[in-house]
């Protein structure tokens, strides 16, 4: 089975490298020289504020790059827009570990692409790198300047915010529609500062553009799945020579249900996978014995439980209905009235070993279609069944054929 899946894995990697994951979506950027050039831009809806990007002057041209030191703006429609700009930049740690007494930012020069969010008589802006996230804002001076909020320690060790990017929407956004109350209830983060920015060029009488306004996505998927699985065991005793019982390959099949979370980054190519499968694995086996008076040994299994995988899933498109995926995954094993019996044919009865699994780890490989029907390969690694044994211990292989149908 490890081979089979190996050359799966390989096979699919060949494939992968002959599509693209992302798209080239149209757009423009604007360069050095000020001159616009409408292009096609390699979308990879960014999560941090990048420093470059690739794009294509034409479907078939070759794929060229840009960065943050020879373009001034670009954008790809209906999705995003970045302005670079020399800012004062924060580098305050939001980590609540990190934390000091002093309450005034830390303010850094940086060369950045800011990510527009709201463009209008008030433009709003937005910077995001590992654990690092600020908000930008440009008034009717045109100077973008970054709001100031930031966490740190009083007197007496507690710990304290400086909201003074409130007082800054104050002095440079008033308008005779947004009241004090407005001014008093707006927090930092994205959408506060949206509908804020939103409700002043409104108020304003000023035509603006939301770069961030998106057709609602769907978060989750609900899929139900049905599988069949190869399953094999060969337990032994490591203080017994003759002790090795291989109960062979054996077809079953399970049943589950599976919620998918998909990731707000990278145009929807990762997301985080929850699992509840049902499956079984019940069989016997008749094993010689030259020391025992009629010389024979009936074994048997029955091993029922509910798998709770926990993983991550890649998706590589390759065109509007149809894409490929790969998984990886941890799974969390729960049996109920599961053991391995014995029994002599001098109907001696040894007590039978209760079935612990350990967790163990699957790999997958998919295909869906039209956001419907799955098709998944998955193999798991060797899972150890015997864990309360000292002595005895288990080898429990699956390959699964898995079919599924989502229904969210």
């Known amino acids: 089975m490890k081979k089979l899946f190996l050359l799966l894995v390989i096979s699919s990697n060949v494939y992968f490298s002959c599509y693209s994951q992302i798209i080239f979506e149209k757009g423009y950027f604007i360069n050095e020289a000020n001159k616009r050039i409408d292009c096609l831009i390699k979308n990879l809806d960014w999560k ?37 700009t020399l800012v004062k930049l924060d580098n ?9 007494t002093n309450k005034n930012p830390l303010f850094n020069e940086k060369l950045v692409f800011l990510r527009v969010l709201i463009e209008g008589k008030a433009s709003l802006y937005s910077y995001e790198e590992s654990n690092l996230t600020r908000f930008f804002y ?11 909020y930031k966490y740190y320690l009083t007197e007496d060790n507690k710990i304290a915010k400086n909201n003074f990017f409130r007082q800054q929407l104050y002095n440079n956004l008033q308008c005779q529609n947004i009241t004090h109350y407005d001014f008093e209830h707006i927090y930092y983060n994205k959408n506060s500062l949206e509908q804020f920015f939103q409700k002043y060029n409104e108020c304003s009488n000023y035509n603006y553009e939301n770069y961030e306004k998106r057709k609602k996505r769907n978060q989750f998927n609900l899929t139900i799945k049905t599988g069949l699985n190869s399953n094999n065991l060969l337990i032994h005793n490591s203080n017994v020579n003759s002790s090795k019982i291989d109960f062979g390959n054996q077809l079953t099949l399970s049943l589950g249900v599976e919620v998918e979370y998909i990731l707000p980054f990278r145009k929807n190519t990762w997301s985080l996978v929850v699992e509840t499968n049902y499956q079984y694995f019940k069989t016997e086996k008749n094993l010689e014995n030259s020391n025992l008076a009629y010389g024979i040994i009936f074994s048997n299994v029955n091993f029922k439980s509910l798998e709770f995988p926990l993983g991550i899933r890649h998706y590589f498109y390759l065109n509007g209905t149809s894409k490929i995926f790969i998984n990886a995954s941890l799974i969390f094993d729960y049996t109920f009235n599961s053991s391995i019996g014995f029994r002599r044919s001098d109907s001696v009865l040894p007590l039978p070993l209760k079935i612990k699994p350990i967790n163990n780890f699957a790999f997958g490989i998919g295909y869906k279609y039209n956001k419907k029907y799955i098709f998944e390969i998955i193999y798991q690694t060797k899972q150890e069944l015997l864990s309360d044994y000292h002595y005895w211990q288990s080898d429990y292989k699956t390959l699964s054929f898995v079919f599924g149908y989502s229904i969210l």
Not at 56 to 70: F, G, R
Not at 138 to 148: A, E, M, R, Y
């Open 48 to 84: 941090y504020n990048p420093t470059k990007f690739e794009y294509k002057l034409s479907v078939n041209e070759e794929i060229s790059s840009a960065n943050i030191h020879n373009v001034k703006e670009f954008r790809i429609y209906d999705a995003s827009k970045f302005v670079r």
């Open 92 to 100: 305050s740690s939001d980590d609540l570990g990190e934390i000091t």
């Open 138 to 148: 440009k008034g009717t001076d045109s100077i973008i300047n970054q709001f100031v």
